[in-house]
């Protein structure tokens, strides 16, 4: 069983920055695969970024070059740093891990993107 606290989300302006926060309880070590998604009403959840324990990374091409993702192994946290953020990213954002062929969820964090 994992457990995941996403945190960071909240109100901002277009082009400005938020830097999302998912804590794991358990070692990031032992998790094959975490990761961000997002969803907003009417529509599927969709993946915004995830990294394998091997540290490959992949991102939705509409974030590429806006986002990053990272880890910190000593917090067992994983990191979503999003820039130059638009209306359109506005979305729960999910934090998913991926351990023995099961997925987590964590309970999800809003991120909106308003002037």
């Known amino acids: 069983q994992v457990q995941l606290v996403e945190s960071g989300g909240g109100l901002v302006q277009p082009g400005g920055s938020l830097r999302l926060s998912c804590a794991a309880s358990v070692s990031i070590f032992s998790i094959d695969y975490t990761g961000w998604y997002r969803q907003t009403p009417g529509k599927e959840r969709e993946l915004v970024a995830g990294?394998?324990?091997?540290?490959?990374?992949d991102y939705a091409d509409s974030v590429k070059g806006r986002c990053a993702i990272s880890r910190d192994n000593a917090k067992n946290t994983v990191y979503l740093q999003m820039n130059s953020l638009k209306p359109e990213d506005t979305a729960v954002y999910y934090c998913i891990a991926r351990l023995q062929g099961s997925n987590y969820w964590g309970q999800g964090t809003q991120v909106t993107v308003s002037s």
């Open positions: 990294v394998t324990r091997g540290g490959y990374t």
